[in-house]
């Protein structure tokens, strides 16, 4: 506490970085997904206090953000969402010579199609949409979208899913054999009646889902890596399965919101972030993949051969990024979407 105070009055003599004078930064983050210990560091180094306001979904994101008066710096969507940020005003582009760190950016996660150059975004976390199943409770195959899509006799009743409505519909159009962002009504229509068929059989439709997993209240969910194996950590029954039928791959990403208040601290957060023993410090709390070159070196040992996160080389193969889809594909996804939560 005296430390933080002796730096935050240390930078106010230097006077240079006027900003700091409020020293506050407003996230606006998916909950459970930002690592504390990263946040009394990025305190302790710039005086700059933090505070997260969590969200389930990136349509929840999405509709506050767009709703205005929300008072939110930065915001994280996934890969999909950042184009339809960008057409709706929602996010602004960014400078990058105040973002040193930027360079940091592996090569791969540079030209992504939802970025090109990283001019409106910078990686937080990415990972896998796949199933967390507690294997004690079901003993089959879990690598199967089946398991919230057709739940076996051990898991009826037991399932959750996220309300992520993209990664829902996503891995329901993989598992009937379609292409992401179809506009094929056949394809539509399978994947609205197998989502209608299944939707009995769950149990819930949460997000937070790590301690319910761990606990055995909940037996299975459609989830996502990192949380799984924070889950199996607890629990080693709750394994990670990678649907054969193809799943999601995701990326979550900062971006700073047209509307910002804070743009300076938002800037040196965003720079902070992209260092790579800070990007590690992301990964370590919430076991993703971080995207920062050089942040292996301060990755924990336990991610290196984790199955979550290292995914077995059978499975690789099968992920793949879900793509902003047209106007009509997202008016068909919605619609079905709305009538499942009816
Ligand atoms: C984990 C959040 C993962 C977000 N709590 C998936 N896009």
């Excluded at 950016?105 to 976390?125: A, C, L, N, Y």
């Excluded at 260092?275 to 990964?283: D, V, W």
Aim: hydrophobic share 40%.
């Amino acid at each position: 506490m005296i430390k933080t105070l002796l730096m935050a009055t240390t930078i106010g003599f230097m006077g240079s970085l006027t900003a700091h004078a409020e020293g506050v930064l407003q996230l606006y983050n998916w909950g459970d997904y930002t690592s504390p210990e990263l946040l009394a560091k990025f305190e302790a180094e710039t005086g700059i206090k933090v505070t997260v306001t969590d969200y389930s979904s990136n349509d929840e994101a999405l509709a506050k953000i767009e709703a205005g008066g929300h008072g939110f710096d930065l915001v994280v969507p996934s890969n999909s969402f950042i184009p339809i940020f960008v057409e709706k005003g929602l996010i602004q582009e960014l400078d990058l010579s105040r973002l040193p760190n930027h360079a940091n950016i592996e090569p791969r996660w540079m030209d992504v199609v939802w970025d090109k150059g990283r001019t409106h975004s910078v990686p937080w976390q990415w990972g896998s949409t796949g199933v967390g199943v507690n294997t004690a409770v079901y003993k089959g195959d879990i690598n199967t979208s089946s398991i919230f899509l057709d739940p076996p006799p051990e898991l009826a009743g037991k399932v959750n899913v996220t309300p992520e409505m993209m990664d829902a519909i996503s891995m329901a159009t993989l598992y009937v054999g379609g292409t992401l962002c179809t506009e094929d009504t056949e394809v539509l229509k399978k994947v609205r009646d197998v989502l209608t068929a299944a939707k009995p059989k769950w149990m819930s439709m949460d997000y937070g889902m790590e301690d319910k997993l761990a606990t055995n209240d909940v037996s299975a969910s459609m989830y996502w890596n990192g949380a799984i194996m924070r889950a199996r950590l607890k629990n080693p029954d709750v394994k990670f399965g990678y649907p054969k039928e193809g799943y999601v791959l995701f990326m979550d990403n900062v971006a700073l919101l047209s509307d910002a208040k804070n743009v300076d601290e938002a800037y040196l957060f965003m720079d902070f972030i992209m260092k790579p023993e800070n990007a590690a410090m992301l990964s370590a709390f919430a076991r993703y993949g971080n995207g920062i070159t050089g942040s292996d070196a301060f990755m924990p040992d336990d991610m290196k051969t984790a199955p979550e996160v290292a995914i077995p080389e059978e499975f690789v193969a099968l992920g793949q990024f879900i793509p902003t889809c047209s106007p009509k594909a997202a008016e068909y996804n919605t619609a079905i979407w709305t009538e499942l939560m009816k």
